[in-house]
């Protein structure tokens, strides 16, 4: 029976643990480094603190913003940081580039990835059908840039019929807005709402998710420093749970997680934060995957499939291994309790 950390309904849960499990005997502290900024989807860090989930497991934590995909990578291979958030394929460059680094996914957590082309039907981008022909607006550092390869080889996109315009992440939505590229590449969660702020009206734009047109990656997980978690294994999967019902709670009420987050960054706006963190609840977090299997585990069988599909975008230096990158050693067994919605 695999790990189930949270067993989803079709909308909002409400979550208690089925046993409770004793806190340690001292407050265990963990600096927990974050991929990007204090927006809505790092709101379930954020109630796991407030809530009081990580007291209970008698861990101290205090979370980090980060800068990017790979920022927190680094940070917990270093050890500096015993735990974070990373997009998973990132860590397998990383790994393949860094072996025997001390640094593995331990808790997967967007089970879709946000990769996305975001377009705009007035600019003859209705699906990805439409993507030949167009000019496409991609920062080079940008994550779902970096796999687009992968989303056109699985789609026979010819590519070379596709003008590809440069662009900064300040200004990709604005010139897609200005109708100076038909489609950027971005988040699921992000360059739509920075699109539709910007005036363009929600029936304009389309959304063309990665994982739904054949692209097998995961996304981002929860990554442990290893020698912290060899020496700290009761300490990891209590953050892990307290993070799962954080998760829980976020779900439950995003706008309660989204004024977690504003807690820490007043500048935010409320219902753009809890809007993004819907997004990513629907979009990359409550799968059919984890409807039927619960969060935090992956399948091996997909697994294999996106390491072939990365194959397509990177040389491995290194016969691929999955058991590197990531292990369900520190899931926590406890089953959550679930209340359906009246």
Do not use: C
């Amino acid at each position: 029976m695999p790990n189930r950390l949270l067993t989803p309904p079709a909308a909002a849960m409400i979550a208690a643990l089925a046993a409770a499990t004793p806190a340690l005997a001292q407050d265990t502290e963990i600096q927990f480094a974050l991929d990007w900024r204090f927006e809505g989807p790092a709101a379930p860090y954020f109630l796991a603190i407030d809530n009081g989930y990580f007291a209970e497991e008698g861990l101290e934590v205090e979370v980090t913003a980060g800068q990017g995909s790979l920022d927190a990578i680094p940070k917990v291979a270093s050890g500096a940081f015993p735990m974070g958030f990373a997009d998973i394929n990132s860590l397998i460059r990383f790994l393949d580039q860094n072996p025997g680094a001390p640094v593995t996914a331990v808790m997967m957590v967007y089970d879709n990835p946000p990769f996305a082309i975001v377009g705009r039907v007035s600019q003859g981008i209705s699906g990805i059908e439409d993507l030949e022909g167009s000019v496409l607006g991609a920062p080079p550092p940008d994550g779902a840039w970096a796999q687009f390869p992968i989303l056109a080889a699985v789609n026979d996109i010819d590519v070379s019929t596709i003008t590809v315009e440069e662009v900064g992440f300040p200004t990709r939505e604005p010139m897609l807005a200005e109708g100076n590229v038909d489609a950027v590449t971005g988040f699921n969660f992000s360059s739509y709402l920075s699109l539709a702020r910007l005036g363009v009206p929600e029936e304009d734009i389309t959304t063309i998710l990665f994982a739904d047109h054949g692209v097998a990656l995961y996304g981002n997980a929860v990554i442990a420093n290893t020698e912290f978690a060899e020496a700290n294994p009761e300490a990891v999967t209590g953050a892990l749970r307290a993070i799962a019902r954080g998760w829980s709670d976020a779900i439950a009420d995003p706008e309660a997680g989204s004024a977690a987050v504003l807690e820490r960054n007043p500048a935010g706006d409320l219902a753009l934060e809890a809007e993004r963190l819907q997004l990513a609840i629907d979009g990359n977090v409550l799968t059919d995957y984890v409807v039927e299997n619960g969060m935090g585990n992956i399948d091996p069988a997909r697994m294999a499939t996106a390491l072939e599909q990365l194959s397509l975008t990177y040389d491995f230096q290194n016969e691929p291994d999955m058991s590197l990158y990531f292990t369900d050693a520190y899931l926590p067994e406890a089953e959550v309790l679930m209340i359906a919605p009246e």
